[in-house]
Structures are given as structure tokens and as C-alpha cells.
């Protein structure tokens, strides 16, 4: 080519401004892409080169910045002169730079940010490390979560509140900004000031923490979303003192929801004066000019901002981001309007994505157990990458999380690193040693090491191969596996791991996903794009020529977007629709005039304009774009029926914030144009590819089936219009591409467009496999029922609309062979684990051969396998050829179902009947048919019969949730027929066994560990509730691994509520028996095998058919796992309890109209047992039987006439030992209106025992202050169980137990 074609137009351009850069400095590598202007030529017309730099992120001995290093390079190549390192940079041939960079997620992920401090109202110093209080893996009994970001708490004393609350049925109450202390918000919302901050103290406060030298601040205090004064006034002292940088959360986070808009003020205290030091070090290898070139910064969003306006809180997603944004421009077509999967692979994980035409944001996410509240674009990340560790556990081939990392990296790494997928793929041949940079070795100069990876696998498959013969009586039942079947083996369960969260991006969101096309990108993509495409019927991948180095080219092909949100609290009506309207207005003017201050001129400027909203009584809201018919209500129902399958008629739409989201465009380049490129080539097929001047060689690679010899490709020397049949490889600089056997590669000019043909579609049964057991296909099918009852779990959660279901997420899902065993259940409520097989059983023998195909079954008595009667089951048979083949079921915790208290949580009750609606088992859809008039009989009539009793107070609800529940359970039945379809029916059933075979020996081999530990195999414990009643467990383990539990010796039937069904203590050893496992294994029946279980009849754990239970659900579960736990010496006990808390209001009547009442249910964290394998318990968490989240302290001021002054961790209420117990909580709520409060509580009396000389946790303590006029205080305790009536200005402080500690 000649030189002309190669540097930069120099005469036609002044040598000035002509060459745009594009940087995404990842963890490992930095890509850098070039354009600049260059002579046209015939081949190539366009008149820009486009240059591609790769380079290590970090490489000190060479170079300080990874990014100014590529940089030097591309002017290097455009200029074609010399740009020393140890000169500054010459910027005179820099038109612009756009960087995307890690930078921001590497310091939240290694926790090396800035040292800062939370300012924050008093009695919310540990706002953060309580969080939600859900843990994060409910079957860690460590319960690892990472510490929070700050080094310092000041609280202020300063404290306002709402006036009025969302759910008083009344009419709007006067207004009363009239009053002195009442102030209207920016939300629109009436705001008490209850309390003003001394600023003098204040002042002294913030320069104590400034004299210890930190100078990053965070400030968030209680509804600043709407009030913002005290905020501001705060960051005018702190600045005046000297701190460097300071983050309101008001200006940061304008959005209602304390804790993920402190989390996300103390990441951007933490993030951005490293983002700030950054920049500045990379702007020093500059000269003079650098200030004179547009730098601009990818944000989380997808859109850039200028260097001066990025910060750290918007950074953490960055590269990720601009991945989007390039596949969505270079392969979306807005007239073909094919909707697209983004699948970014890379060396630690997997990225997924979706692009239908527009952005999907996100506007609360996690990262690194951070809430984030901010526009992110709605990416899904995979622990599956190249670097993936491969390990087989219990039966199963997993695929990580773990990884090798850069260092030791993969075996043929040559570093003395494990077996990852990119062992996998060599062995396979699928990855070519000869084709791979040579960078491997002491000196940096030798191969992929091919010896050592199959020296590890063969190892690996000796293994597996003598694990699974043992697993058989018959040495003919399995034969041994190959190396390569077990390589592609790893490779299927890899593929299904990252097919998971693309169902959750697609169907799960009402999206169809075989009518999506799969733009792959990133270094490890190429190699699984077809096989992840073709287990989820998508038929067509678009692999970008640039795909290694998509997020830097997509830089260069984003908007600059700035954003404008405020806050609102307005209910949508006609009224109010204009005035909000012109609130979006002046928000879009501002937005507007940050882009012309830019340079940006208005025909390059854009406008979205959102309302967030959602239905009155629910916390899921919507970001609801202006539509072209400028109708919001209509579009917003027309969302929530998509995303939901619902909408409710009746129910008032709230809008909580309004968005202005204004783009200014830069670049030129049309989207989609790889569609009209297809429809005009003129396409060849490669007959004889070893002809062809890109051919390279031809190779054997590993397929299902065999070797196959398989072509080589250079991409670089395909012209448009090549067609590649598969099994071929095509290789670039930087990746390869596999075309798998039954596909087709086109070449066009800018994509390698992948076609897959009809034999691989999967409306047939594409997988022949024998029923006998095989670990690939174990482990795959494993993947799949998990991925079915999850997939069960987002229909329920997205289709309710209840807070305990929608919202706290008090359900389960899960899966059911022919005769009812529990074979997955989605890591959902623990309580609920064990106990559904009961019920799925008991309804298969009550109901017998009256089962019909389109029959759904309602039941909720403890006698029936229920545990208590909220959590209603909603069972359904799945047919064929008018045989029962499988169940689905799913379990939900219903708001109210009747009894003598509202919400069905009764303190006091003594028979069953109080504590609401039962039922045994009812058809609740009767062939096909819905029988509302038997469940508004069940649910208001039946229960209202009984004295002081009423039926469901929100019956609405509860019918709902009801069908949601049914929704969910028909689309398990769907997708389990869709499997069957795939792999047939008795194959499917064949592996439901062999799975629960599986957990079966894992459990065994656990029990048999333990009798090593204790050769006798006899282990007894005991506990006592705080009534004084003994729970007394003996273990006796045999040789075998089987195991008697044996509660002889428990107390009898307790006239109270205390009492659990067999069902429940089924549920605790299940779910202590998969803890104590602790490694991957799948829930299910399998794990009771071993075990038989004697419960004495008329105890109170076997009560009589009348009994009470609604304490035993949420309490003696607690006691029971601490006794199973500490009978085997594995922890301590934890707090014991959930601390049900229920308050509300009757229907009332006024002025001869009579309004509904109302109530609200919450759980409350407490200590967690310390164990004999970590360091200590944790504080303030959910554990054991339940995970459900707690209400945000602003929401729940919002909806109720409540003030929460102090939700903070109880110090020194865990237990003193080698390793302490987690310390509980202290919950302080003043009410403001005259309502009934009911606890259901334990560990009040008895304290929770440490474990191995350990000190015993606190007890709990629950007050009732009662507040009179002209009066002190009176400050009752309440005991654990009780009911009372409070007056205005009365508090409940509830201290929840700490956790016991393990060892002296």
C-alpha cells in the first residue's frame, strides 16, 4: 500500500486535529483505536484508516500509562514520525480522546479508594453495613460481605420527617405549610423540620475528622432528596474547612431511598479524587496543548461526559458500557428492528446485554456489595470468562466462579496455574498454539504450553472417570469418558452458565429471546458465540471486525449525554399532568444549555424526556419514555403489561421523578448499515478453502461426535461477500472466531454475519443422549431445572403486587419429579425449601387419580405440608399422554389471609383458626377453569365464621398474588416441556434422579466425614424456647453416611404459636445439611436420603391439626438450625429469631364514610453465630431460615404515619470468644397516629449460646415508651410476644439478640 494510503493526510489537513482516539484501559489490556484521514483508494474508498494498538494495562518497566502509551503509538503510526517516551506528548495532531477505564471499578473491587467519611442523621451510623440486611449467599454460613467504603461515621443531630403518609386512606390531609417548621420540598412533598443542626457543633465535628487527614466527605441525611438545606449548608462548612472534596447526595442522588443514595454518595466520596489524580497524571504526559483537545469520558450510562464533569460514581461501568454502545450502532437496523443480545466474554467474566432500539437503564444496581443509585446501563455479569476455573464437586463439572486471573492464568499459561476454559479450548483445538502470541515462558518468548494442560486434564478425567465407576454396582453402567468429551463438556455446562442471564435479559422481561440476533465481542467470545447462540435458539451472531476491541471503538461512536432529574411525589391525573410537563421542560432547557456550553449546536442535540412511575402501594416503578402520542399513563401500562403481564385498573399511578436525558452527537456513522450490505453483496461460497489466499491451514478440532478437520482462516484476507461453511476458525490479531459444524460465516465489510442452519434449531429433540448417568450431562441438566425454577421466581416477582412478595421477595419456586421429591428449588426463602415436598406429596395421595391435566391446587395447613397459613402453595401437576410427569410449585408469604390480628401474625394466638384462612388442599383452577368463588370463600367467609376473627383484609392483594403464583408455576410447566422437548421425556426424569442420587452422596460423604470426627457417630444438643421448652436432638451417623435425627425428648404441643409441623423441622435439617456441605450443590430431596428423622407425636414439634403455628414458621425454625448447627459444632447460634414486628389501622369510619385500613410486616436482623472457620459473626444480618429485605427507612416513612428514629447495630451484644458473635440491632419507631403493634419475637428470656467455650450472645429486648403530656416517659417491657394499642408519640424500640461466640 502506498505511504500516502497510511499516514495522516498531512497537507490537506495542516498536520491539525485529525486523528480521533478511542481508549478502554480494562483490567488486563488496554485498547486503543485511531481514525485519522488517509488517501482512498479503490479497495478501500472510505478515506480513514482505522488503527488498533493492544498493550498491557500494566507493564511499569516499559511504560507509566497505558493509555498515553497507546496514544504515542497511534500518532507514531499517523504521522510516521518518532513520539519518544521520555518526551511529553505532542498534542498538535490530536483532534479528540475518548476514554473508557477501569479505574473506578478496580479501586471498588480492591477497596483502594480515597480514605472518607459518611455525614449522616443521628441513629443511622450503621445505616450501611446493615443495608437490606439480606445476606448475600444464603447457604455461606460465614456470611462474607464486604466491608463498607468508609473510614468515619459523624452523625448529625438534625432531623426532618414527611407530613402525611401515602397509605392513609382519608383524604388528603390540609395542607400545613402554613406552619413555621413545615417547608415544601422540591418533590412537591410537605416537609416537617423536627430538628435544626447546631452549626457550630457541626463545624467542630467535621474538623475533628478533617484533623485526622481524610479530605473526601460524603453527606446523607434523611429525605435530603426533597429537603436539601441541611445537606447544603453542611457542604458549605466542609468546604470552608478545607476537605478537597465533598458529595451530596442531594445533588449526586436526588431520588427517595436512603440507603442506596448513601451508599452511592460515599462511592463517589471514595471514587473520584482517584478519577481526579488519574486524570491529572495522564494529562502531565501532555504538552501545553492537552487543554485545547475535547476529552471525554464514558460513563455507566453509555453516554460521555466531559473530563471536568466525570466522576467516580458514574465510572464503574464504564468500559462495559461502551461495549453497548458499539455493538448497538454497528449492528442494530432501525428498519429491520431485530433486537440484539450483547455477549461480551472476556478473561474473568461474561458481560450480557440487550439493544432493542433503545438503551435499557437500570437506576439501582450493586457492585461489589455497593448499591449504586444511577442511570447504568442494564448489563449482567457471568463469573464465566477464559480464565474460569474447572473443577468437579460432588458429582457435578462446575465452572467457577473462581479464576485464574492474569497471574497464574490458565495451565498453558506456563505459570503453574489450574485447568480454565481456555485449557478447555486448546485441548479442543479450537484455540491454535501456533496461531497464539508467543509471550509465555521466563523469557516471554514461548507458546501456549499444550503439555501441561493435558498432563491436568487427563488427571482431571482419571478422577471423574473412578468417582463415577464407584457410583455403580455394574462396571458396565458407566464407561469411561474421554479427555475431549470431558474438555467440551466443561465448555456445555460454561455455555449454559452464560445462557442463564440472557433468558433474564429477555424472557424473563416478556421478550421473546429466538427473536433476537447475539453480537459477540470481547477476546474469549468468538470461541462459544455459536454454541451460546444455539442453546438459546438464536440463529444469527454478529462478530464486529473490531470485536476484540469493540468497547474502544464503540467510545468513538457514543454521545455525550448530560442529565437533569428531580424528584416529585405527584399523583397522575389531569390536573397534574401539565405541571409536570413543564418540570420536564425547564429540565430539558438545562440540559440543553450544558451542551451548548460545550460547543454542541442545537441540530446535534437530542432530548428523552422520562417520567419514573409506578402504581400506588408498589415500589417498582418504571422509567417511562415520552412516546410519540405524548400519552404517559397509556405507555406506562403498556410497559408494565409487557414487563409485568399485568395492570391494575383501579389503582392510582404515582410519579417519583422526572429525567431529562439530553445526547450531543458527534459521530457520523449510520447504525444498522450491516443489513443493507447483506441484502447487495454478491455472495461466494469458499467450495475449496484451502485455494483461497486466507486460508492458513487445516486442522483437527473437537466436536460433538468427534474430530473434524476444520479450516483456517485469516479474517484479513476474506473480502465481502466470502461465505464460510462451518467448522472452520477465522482468525484476527487479536481473537478467533469458531464457525461451528451446521453454520455459516458472511463476510461483509465490517462484521463476520454468522447464520445458523435448520438442523441445530431446537423445535426437535437435538440432544440423543442415554438415560444412564453422564457427569456432562448431569451437570448440564442441573444448569437447566436450576434455571427453571429462577425463571419461575422472576415470573412471580415481576407479576405480583404485594411489598412481602414484589419487594421483601418472601417466596419460593421450585421443581417436583413424578412423585413429589424436591428435585431444584431456586436459593430463594430457606424455610421454604424442605417443606413444599411435603405438600406436593400429601396433595398427591389426597387427590389420587382425580388429578387433571389444567388442575391447580391451593394449600396452606400445617397438617398438609404448609408451615404457617400465609405462605400459601400453589401446586400444578404437569401432564403427558394424561400421566403426571413432573410438579411445579411455588410458595408465597400473603400480606393478610384473615384471623384476629391484621396481617395474619397474631402474637397471641392460641388455635389454628386465629391466625386465618386454611385450607387442606382446593382445586383453585379446575380443569383450565379459575374457581374465584371457592377462594373468596376460603379467603373472607371461612375465616370470618370464627369469634373476634375476620376474613383477608386486602383481598385484592391476595388474589393477585394468587394468579401470579399460578403465572409463575405455568411457565415452569413451559419450560419444562421445552427441555423435554430438547432432550426427551424419559432422559428428563432419568437425570431428576440421578441429580437427587447425587446430592444423596454428597450428604453421605459429609456425614461420613463427621463420624470420622467423632467415631462413636453419636452427637446430641439441646436448646429451649423462652417459654421453656426443650428442643433435644441425638444424631446417630453410621458407617454408611446415613444419619437418625432423633427429637425424643422435645416438649409436648404448646398452647400458644411456637408449635412447627414436621414439614419445618424437615426445612432445617435440609437446609443445615447443605451448609455444612459447603460446596456447589444442588437443593433437593437427595439431601434428606441419608437421613431419617423421629419427631415424638404431640410435640410441639408435631403438634395436632388445631395447634397454633404461626410462630413456629418464623421462630422455631431459628431455635432448630441453631440446635442442628451447634449439635454438629459447626457455629455458634445466631439471634434465634426473626423479630416479626406488624402495626396498622382498622377501617375506620368518618363522616359516615368508611375507609379501609391497613397494615405493614417486617423482619429484623440480628447477630449471626460465630463459627469454628471464620473470624467472626457477622453483625446486623438475616440468618439462617429467612432472607426477606427490610423496608428503606425514607419509604417507610413515606407510607406510614412512622418517624424511625434509630435503626443502628446493638454494640457488644454478640458473644466474647476466639471468634465473636455478630453484634444485633437496635430499631427505635415513634408512631404518629393511634394504631395497633404486634411482636412476635423469641430469645428474649434464653440467651443464644456461644459454642466451644464462646461467650452467649445478648438477649433481645423489645420497650414500649409510652409518652404522655405534662408526664414523664413510662418504659414498659413488652416481653417477646405481645400486643398493644399506641398512642401519638409513643415508641417501640426493638433490640434484636446478638450471636453466640465460638472458642475461648
Known sequence: METTDNRLLLEECGGKHRVRISVDRGGTFTDCVGIFPVEPTAKDPSGERVVVVKLLSEDPTHYSDAPREGIRRILEIATGSPHPRDALLATENIESIR???????????????????????????????????????????????????????????????????????????????????????????????????????????????????????????????????????????????????????????????????????????????GIRRYVDGFASGFDAGFGDIRIDFMQSDGGLAPVEHFSGLRAILSGPAAGVVGYAVTSYSESEKISLVGFDMGGTSTDVSRFGGEFEHVFETTTAGVTIQAPQLDINTVAAGGGSRLFFRNGLMVVGPESAGAFPGPACYRNGGPLCITDANLLLGRLRVEHFPHIFGPSEDQPLDMNATRALFEQLVADINAEMRARHTAESAYQNKAVEE??????????????????????????????????????????????????????????????SVLSAYGLGLSEVVHEEQSPAAAIWSNEAQQPLLARLEKLSRVGCRKLISQGFLDSQIRVQRFLNMRYDGTDTSIMVPESTIGDYQLRFESMHQREFGFVLRNRRIIVDDLRARVTGTLSKVKSGQVYDELKSLQCRELCEPNTHPAFVDTVSVYFQGGYRPTAVLKLGLLNPGDVVRGPAIVLDCNSAVLVEPNWVATVTSTQLVLDNTPVTTLDVSTHHISTEIDPIHLSVLANRFMSIAEQMGRTLEKTSVSTNIKERLDFSCALFDQHGN???????????????????????????????????????????????????????????????????????????????????MPPNSRELFQEGASSMGMKIVDRGEFQEEAVRHMLLEEPAQYPECSGTRNYRDVLSDLKAQIAANHRGIALLSQLCAEYGLEVVQEYMAHIQHTAEAAVR??????????????????????????????????????????????????????????????????????????????????????????????????????????????????????????????????????????????????????????????????????????????????????????????????????ILHRFMLREGSGGTGMHPGGNGCIRDIEFLEAMSVSLLTERRVFQPPGLDGGGNGACGLNLWERHFEHKDKQVLNLGGKNSVFVQPGDHIVIMTPGGGGYGK
Open 99 to 273: 476514554m473508557g477505564t477501569t479505574v473506578a471499578t478496580n479501586a471498588l473491587l480492591e477497596r483502594k479508594g480515597e480514605p472518607c467519611a459518611l455525614v449522616v442523621t443521628l441513629g443511622f451510623r450503621d445505616l450501611l453495613k446493615i443495608g437490606n440486611q439480606a445476606r448475600p449467599k444464603i447457604f455461606d454460613l460465614s456470611i462474607s460481605k464486604p466491608d463498607v467504603l468508609y473510614q468515619h461515621v459523624v452523625q448529625i443531630d438534625e432531623r426532618v420527617t414527611l407530613v402525611g403518609y401515602a397509605m392513609d386512606p382519608r383524604p388528603a390531609a390540609q395542607n400545613q405549610s402554613d406552619e413555621t417548621n413545615v417547608v415544601v420540598g422540591r418533590s412537591g412533598e410537605h416537609v416537617r423540620i423536627l430538628k435544626t443542626p447546631e452549626w457550630a457543633t457541626v463545624r467542630k465535628q467535621l474538623q475533628q475528622v478533617f484533623d485526622t487527614g481524610i479530605r473526601s466527605v460524603a453527606v446523607c441525611l434523611m429525605h435530603a432528596y426533597t429537603f436539601t438545606a441541611h445537606e447544603e449548608e453542611i457542604g458549605r462548612i466542609a468546604s470552608e474547612i478545607g476537605f478537597t472534596h465533598v458529595t451530596l447526595s442531594s445533588h449526586l442522588s436526588p431520588r427517595i431511598k436512603i440507603v442506596p443514595r448513601a451508599h452511592s454518595a460515599t462511592a463517589d466520596a471514595y471514587l473520584t479524587p
Open 486 to 547: 470431558i474438555a467440551l463438556g466443561f465448555l456445555q455446562v460454561a455455555n449454559e452458565t452464560m445462557c442463564r442471564p440472557i433468558r433474564t435479559l429477555t424472557e424473563a422481561r416478556g421478550h421473546n429471546v429466538q427473536n433476537h440476533s447475539l453480537a459477540c465481542f470481547g477476546g474469549a467470545g468468538g470461541q462459544h458465540a455459536c454454541a451460546v447462540a444455539a442453546n438459546l435458539g438464536i440463529r444469527r451472531v454478529f462478530v464486529h471486525r473490531l470485536a
Open 822 to 904: 424436591l428435585v431444584a428449588n431456586a436459593p430463594h426463602i430457606p424455610v421454604h425449601l424442605g417443606s413444599m415436598s411435603h405438600a406436593v406429596k400429601f396433595q398427591l395421595d389426597r387427590f389420587s387419580e382425580d388429578l387433571q391435566e389444567g388442575d391447580v391446587i391451593l394449600v396452606n395447613h400445617p397438617q398438609a405440608g404448609g408451615t404457617h397459613l400465609p405462605d400459601i402453595t400453589i401446586i400444578s401437576p404437569v401432564f403427558h399422554d394424561s400421566r403426571i410427569i413432573f410438579f411445579v410449585a411455588s410458595r408465597g408469604h400473603h400480606a393478610d389471609i384473615g384471623g384476629i390480628s391484621p396481617g395474619s
Open 1005 to 1202: 460423604l459429609l456425614l461420613k466425614e463427621t463420624r470420622v470426627k467423632h467415631p462413636t457417630g453419636q452427637l446430641s444438643g439441646h436448646d429451649f424456647m423462652d417459654d421453656g421448652s426443650k428442643i433435644s436432638l441425638h444424631v446417630d451417623i453410621s458407617e454408611d453416611g446415613s444419619a437418625l435425627f432423633d427429637f425424643t425428648g422435645t416438649s409436648p404441643e404448646i398452647y400458644g404459636n411456637t408449635n412447627a409441623p414436621p414439614s419445618v423441622t424437615h426445612s432445617a435439617i435440609i437446609y443445615c445439611l447443605r451448609c455444612m456441605v459447603q460446596s456447589d450443590l444442588p437443593l433437593n430431596q437427595g439431601c434428606l436420603a441419608p437421613v431419617r428423622v423421629v419427631i415424638p407425636e404431640n410435640s410441639f414439634l408435631s403438634p395436632s391439626s388445631t395447634a397454633a403455628v404461626v410462630g413456629g414458621n418464623v421462630l422455631t425454625s431459628q431455635r432448630l438450625c441453631d440446635v442442628i448447627l451447634a449439635t454438629f459444632g459447626v457455629a455458634a447460634a445466631s439471634q434465634g429469631c426473626m423479630n416479626n414486628l406488624t402495626f396498622g389501622i382498622p377501617a375506620i369510619e368518618e363522616g359516615g364514610v368508611r375507609y379501609e385500613g391497613w397494615g405493614y410486616y417486617e423482619t429484623i436482623a440480628g447477630g449471626h453465630g460465630a463459627g469454628r472457620d471464620w473470624q467472626k459473626g457477622q453483625d446486623g444480618v438475616h440468618t439462617n431460615m429467612t432472607n426477606t429485605k427490610i423496608t428503606d427507612p425514607e419509604i417507610l416513612e413515606r407510607r406510614y404515619p412512622v
